[in-house]
């Protein structure tokens, strides 16, 4: 009896092994975070050769008030100096924004919390051949 009521114990331990828990290598974007306005506080050109090599690496600090964007559930307000440049739809998956309907590549979220936000746009790179990325930082 004592060894049955063992063997049934270590069937159970075994069968009952602990499932690995899943490691996420893409954050996914809090949208409560997300939303809100923010103000643009830097940003950073990166451009690199077709071998991937940087050519330029470029920051500027932005005046306050001069880039700014307003974003919503669905939408992204671009504002310059105050006034309404453009604005966007877009959808969000992972740490990714994409333009809803737009050809261009997908923004990265590289940063996010409550007074910080940063991210990454492919550009088109003003030389045939390089790949420009810009990274702008925002705050509120």
């Known amino acids: 009896m004592k060894k049955l009521l063992l063997l049934f114990l270590a069937l159970t331990l075994c069968l009952s092994s602990c499932k690995k828990d899943s490691v996420d290598s893409q954050p996914v974007v809090q949208m409560q975070l997300l939303q809100g306005k923010w103000a643009g506080v830097s940003t950073r050109a990166i451009q690199k050769n077709s071998a991937?090599?940087?050519?330029?690496?470029k920051t500027f600090m932005l005046s306050p008030g001069s880039y700014g964007i307003d974003i919503s559930a669905t939408e992204v307000i671009i504002y310059y100096?105050?006034?309404l440049n453009s604005r966007h739809d877009y959808?969000?998956?992972g740490n990714t924004i994409q333009?809803?309907?737009s050809?261009?590549?997908a923004s990265t979220v590289d940063q996010l919390n409550a007074t910080r936000?940063?991210?990454?746009?492919?550009?088109?790179?003003?030389?045939?051949g390089n790949t420009l990325f810009r990274t702008i930082t925002y705050s509120r």
């Open 52 to 57: 991937g090599q940087i050519v330029s690496d």
């Open 81 to 83: 100096n105050g006034a």
């Open 91 to 93: 959808t969000v998956s």
């Open 99 to 101: 333009e809803t309907g």
């Open 103 to 105: 050809s261009r590549e």
């Open 117 to 128: 936000l940063v991210i990454t746009q492919p550009e088109t790179a003003p030389a045939a």
